[in-house]
């Protein structure tokens, strides 16, 4: 693959047929590495598209606004801008290494653990830079929780694994705290599978299970937004579509951003995509337009798998 690819602007290059993504497989996508290492360096600026995704009624929850983002001297996200609207699913694709993840990252500060990242431009939510120095980043984690591609229980109970949370936070009396851990398995849809054994560890659950109970340990520390890396990159078709499903349900109260492989993911459960390719957004749109008939010709060859 050319380690320099020309980003295609303009609507020019719109293609002529419509293309088609079957969107009824429940084929779950290959687990990827990590992408921090993936993206070499460049010495030019690319042309990056504009996010005009965002419907004009429909709030924006987060704002990034010509982010560059490094890792030492490595740049692997060029001048990034995209609206992600409220309550709804704004899906992140693209090939191994393109960003997305690292993308993911910055919204909630998740690359602050990685030594020698830095990173230009601005990151607002719902009106707050998130990247502002008085910011308390684990309050700014309670209210932007993540759950990451490989499914992390802790080695406690499943009861422990939900309380967890708020326990850090303070709360000690025991009645709030049940109510808390069956509220969250109820919308992880996870509560009549194991309400019978709470005090069970949370490591015999299946793989499927453990995702959806990592998502109501997120769920339990009440956030606005739910950002997910490969959710279900790792699970068998059956328990992808639970959690596809889950998706779909939580969108009516959240705001999700989800990072796949799996374009006919993308395609079932988000309202919005955004099209990553070598650190650059490329596109991004209403997710029937951008893969029936996306603007750049490089979307199409993503989507139509030409490369990637």
Same mark, same amino acid.
């Given at each position: ?81 995209? &609206? ?37 431009? &601005? ?98 520390? &009440? ?12 699970? &068998? ?72």
């Amino acid at each position: 693959m050319n380690s320099s690819p020309t980003v295609v602007t303009g609507n020019g290059n719109a293609p002529n047929e419509e293309l088609c993504v079957d969107v009824t497989s429940t084929d779950a996508a290959a687990a990827t590495p990590d992408e921090s290492g993936a993206t070499s360096i460049r010495t030019s600026r690319p042309v990056v598209a504009e996010s005009t995704a965002t419907d004009s009624w429909q709030a924006v929850k987060i704002r990034a606004k010509n982010v560059d983002f490094f890792y030492g001297t490595n740049q692997v996200l060029f001048d990034v801008s995209l &609206d992600i609207p409220e309550k709804s699913v704004t899906a992140l694709i693209g090939p191994s290494g393109c960003g997305k993840s690292t993308f993911l990252r910055t919204l909630n500060r998740m690359n602050d653990i990685i030594e020698g990242t830095r990173h230009t431009g &601005d990151i607002v939510l719902e009106g707050t830079d998130v990247y502002d120095p008085s910011i308390d980043v684990v309050l700014l984690r309670k209210r932007v929780g993540m759950v990451f591609q490989k499914s992390t229980p802790f080695p406690k109970s499943i009861f422990d694994n939900i309380a967890y949370g708020p326990k850090v936070a303070g709360l000690k009396n025991k009645a709030k705290l049940a109510e808390i851990v069956e509220t969250s398995l109820q919308r992880a849809a996870l509560w009549d599978e194991v309400k019978d054994r709470l005090n069970s560890s949370a490591m015999a659950l299946s793989g499927g299970q453990q995702q959806r109970l990592c998502i109501a340990r997120t769920l339990a520390t &009440d956030p606005d937004v739910i950002l997910m890396d490969e959710p279900a990159s790792a699970l &068998d078709p059956a328990s992808t579509a639970r959690v596809e499903d889950l998706i779909f349900e939580l969108k009516k109260n959240y705001t999700i951003v989800i990072v796949t492989h799996n374009m006919q993911q993308a395609a079932r459960v988000s309202q919005q995509t955004a099209f990553f390719f070598q650190g650059v957004l490329v596109e991004t749109g209403n997710t029937h337009g951008l893969f029936t008939n996306p603007n750049e010709k490089q979307t199409e060859d993503y989507i139509t798998g030409r490369f990637g």
